[in-house]
């Protein structure tokens, strides 16, 4: 059984598009994030969330935003897509706000601005 | 503010040879957790090791070691008899406990290629 799982794997899209990259987490988890990979491999936190609380890091874009049907679920929108959204963006959950468990990721959304 | 540096880009060995990964992290927080992880070339991010910083024991786990050093806020990787699969890139990460809802404080990844 997947733990956590995104779709599409893949997403193509021209720019000025709006779309959306869908998580799920069957673990049971409280907390889930969003993470960017650049072209670099570098990983930075985008957003985490749980029932209570969601942190935005500040240096991303209003343009994305995160949204949470219920506890298992993290689905993130971006409008208004540009060149440099083109990224791997991964999802990931953990239980007690992850501050001492490991982090469950997913497989990885890449998306490609067009 | 947290940091994780992982000052190697790039490392490349030969099967059967060591290697080891160096992971130098910054917090001033007293109470944190460092991580590692694997992304092989098919791209997932594989969970390898959680090491509180209460616990500075190493510990071995197959062909894989960890030595986990505060007086020099390190934490590092080290492969055994190395083998091509082992060939990914290795994350060292850190969250603080204080911090926000254990936001992983990624390093830049070492590229670890072994070549048969």
């Known amino acids: 059984d997947t733990a956590v799982s995104q779709t599409p794997k893949y997403l193509v899209t021209q720019m000025g598009n709006d779309k959306s990259i869908k998580c799920e987490q069957n673990?049971?988890?409280?907390?889930m994030y969003w993470y960017k990979q650049d072209s670099k491999k570098f990983l930075k936190i985008m957003f985490s969330y749980n029932n209570k609380e969601l942190i935005i890091n500040e240096t991303v874009p209003n343009r994305f935003s995160p949204k949470s049907p219920d506890k298992a679920h993290l689905n993130l929108h971006i409008n208004s897509l540009e060149l440099g959204d083109s990224a791997v963006y991964f999802c990931?959950?953990?239980?007690?706000?992850?501050?001492?468990?490991?982090?469950?990721f997913g497989p990885g959304t890449r998306l490609t601005v067009l | 503010a947290q940091k994780v540096t992982q000052a190697q880009t790039e490392i490349s060995v030969v099967e059967k040879e060591d290697v080891t990964l160096d992971c130098v992290y910054e917090?001033?927080?007293?109470?944190?957790?460092l991580f590692w992880y694997k992304q092989p070339p098919s791209g997932e991010l594989v969970f390898l090791i959680r090491r509180n910083s209460f616990d500075e024991q190493n510990e071995i786990s197959g062909r894989y070691s960890w030595n986990f050093q505060k007086s020099t806020s390190s934490f590092n990787f080290t492969i055994t008899a190395s083998q091509v699969v082992d060939s990914a890139v290795y994350f060292c990460a850190l969250t603080v406990y204080g911090g926000s809802q254990g936001n992983l404080i990624f390093g830049k990844g070492t590229k670890l290629s072994v070549k048969p």
């Open positions: 990931a959950s953990s239980q007690d706000g992850g501050r001492y468990n490991e982090q469950f």
């Open positions: 673990l049971g988890h409280d907390t």
């Open positions: 917090t001033r927080d007293t109470t944190y957790y």
